[in-house]
């Protein structure tokens, strides 16, 4: 029986499998024998997300995968880990009255499953555990929380975890506990790992959870060359991304608009993965302690060197002592700062992005920071002035999606109102996701109501979440690596860029394409 294979946007399908144990076969000899343009794959409950790198890498993909038969696994020898569990959850009560059982019987019925970790995602550390007897079915949340504390003890649908970070979920918290799960300077940097057994134990002590820390990181090793004079709200080091880690819930993070990333270390000379200063809404500043060659890409905003107005998108020489300033965006969020060499910054697990979920990579940039130039680098010629990247205005945008992977689990017709109606971007939204709401009359979408509860599967950017509240959630480069509410769509690679740069109040509307070529989907 060939497996069910569904797109999620053009450079990733996801594959739907019997079980788990199906998963887990598919996921070791794919893991362990990429085909050509795999970027990784992320297993789930009974999905597997394949991500590539090309469209053609895709094609052919989809064809060996088609009628994959991967050999069996030898299993691997596994552990126990303990996990000591305060249960005074803010859901507990509600959680227990869903299940028709008190409070204490709920702990009970918690502690004495045997839960076995079945896979990673949403976040570093964060392992789906599952119960020997299956018997949990847990509804999540309505809405999501904006922020869980690290250490809490959650359930949801079939599964429990430990939320190993602060972060967004929409789990039911039922505790909370002391024992870090993921510390990205061991090796390997996640305490629970698929196939391991994992105890809860109730415990009467009070515990005070503190979130784990991101500073073991790689040193810079740069040479100063300037000094930080404002950061507005919000600048961070940013290069291409983390790849492949997604196995241990860590997501691609990086530039938010590639694109101007891109082009900004084009313009300098640099090689595209050369670190950046992504900054957003302007008010970003620098003076210079040596001679620099600069540029600025992405909104389309003011920039003046020494109070002097200067091109954007042009190599500008910002002279010992002067000050580089980006102004308010008139286009546009976010701007992107290069220096011929690149930034120097301290890198996590291969990469000096910042990523806002999972609390990896370097701080946030703040005032009177010392700059530093990666005295490693090599340079090649510096490039010419180069058009923008943006269209001409972002009050109103269409972006490109292809249906599904989960269009089913939303109502008759959902779809088009997805696309017919318009959308506004939330002051809530950020590098993770925008948020969306309808515009004027229109409605937020129906889930499918002879549907329960959706497996945790892979995430890609661009994803278009329906949460049970039915405003969409447009994923971005910081998204969680796994989640549990129906995607109806997903914006293609290519209209992404355009989406990073979307200011609050922004009105979207959306088209759905079709996946062009031989290759289709059942």
């Not at 803010?90 to 045997?114: C, F, K, P």
């Not at 909370?176 to 090796?187: L, S």
């Not at 620099?292 to 998108?313: D, H, I, K, S, W």
């Not at 999606?401 to 971007?425: F, I, K, N, S």
Request: hydrophobic fraction near 40%.
């Amino acid at each position: 029986m060939n497996p069910e294979i569904r797109f999620m946007g053009t450079r990733s399908i996801l594959i739907d499998l019997p079980d788990t144990k199906t998963v887990m076969k598919w996921h070791a000899h794919l893991s362990a024998h990429p085909l050509d343009g795999q970027i990784e794959v992320i297993a789930a409950f009974n999905t597997l997300l394949f991500k590539a790198d090309t469209r053609r890498a895709l094609d052919a993909a989809f064809k060996t995968l088609n009628s994959f038969q991967p050999p069996e696994v030898r299993e691997e020898r596994n552990k126990t880990v303990d996990i000591d569990v305060v249960y005074s959850g803010e859901d507990l009560e509600e959680v227990a009255r869903w299940y028709g059982m008190s409070a204490q019987a709920l702990i009970d019925y918690h502690t004495n499953e045997e839960w076995t970790a079945a896979f990673g995602g949403f976040a570093p550390g964060f392992v789906y555990c599952t119960s020997a007897t299956q018997s949990w079915d847990t509804p999540r949340r309505d809405s999501p929380r904006t922020q869980v504390p690290a250490g809490s003890i959650a359930i949801a649908g079939r599964y429990s975890a430990v939320y190993p970070i602060d972060s967004p979920g929409g789990w039911q918290l039922i505790g909370t506990t002391p024992k870090a799960v993921w510390d990205e300077t061991q090796n390997p940097p996640n305490l629970i790992r698929p196939g391991d057994t994992v105890r809860y134990r109730a415990v009467t002590e009070h515990i005070d959870v503190k979130p784990p820390t991101t500073s073991a990181v790689s040193p810079d090793h740069g040479k100063p060359v300037a000094t930080v004079t404002e950061v507005g709200l919000q600048a961070l080091f940013q290069d291409l991304g983390r790849v492949g880690h997604g196995d241990v819930g860590v997501s691609t993070s990086g530039a938010l608009d590639r694109g101007a990333a891109r082009q900004a270390n084009r313009i300098v000379g640099n090689a595209s993965s050369a670190t950046v200063i992504e900054c957003l809404f302007g008010g970003f500043g620098f003076r210079a302690d040596t001679d620099l060659t600069c540029t600025v890409t992405g909104a389309e905003a003011p920039l003046t060197v020494n109070g002097q107005p200067a091109p954007l998108r042009t190599p500008v020489v910002v002279p010992e002592g002067a000050e580089l300033s980006v102004g308010t965006p008139t286009c546009g969020t976010r701007n992107y700062v290069a220096v011929r060499g690149g930034f120097a910054a301290p890198a996590v697990m291969g990469s000096t992005a910042t990523d806002t979920l999972s609390k990896l990579g370097p701080e946030p940039i703040v005032a009177g920071q010392r700059l530093k130039v990666d005295m490693d680098a090599v340079p090649v010629a510096v490039g010419e002035a180069e058009p923008s990247t943006l269209p001409d205005q972002l009050d109103s945008v269409t972006l490109r999606a292809v249906p599904g992977p989960r269009a089913h689990w939303c109502a008759p017709g959902e779809l088009d109102t997805l696309t017919t109606q318009t959308w506004t971007v939330s002051p809530t939204s950020n590098r993770i996701a925008l948020r969306l709401s309808p515009e004027g009359d229109g409605r937020a979408l129906k889930r499918a109501e002879d549907k329960g509860e959706l497996a945790s599967e892979g995430m890609v950017s661009g994803a278009i979440q329906v949460p049970p509240e039915g405003h969409p959630v447009l994923f971005l480069a910081d998204h969680p690596v796994t989640g549990g509410y129906p995607v109806i769509a997903t914006v293609v690679a290519e209209d992404l860029d355009v989406a990073a740069q979307l200011p609050p109040g922004a009105r979207i509307h959306f088209d759905l394409v079709d996946i062009p070529g031989e290759t289709g989907c059942r």
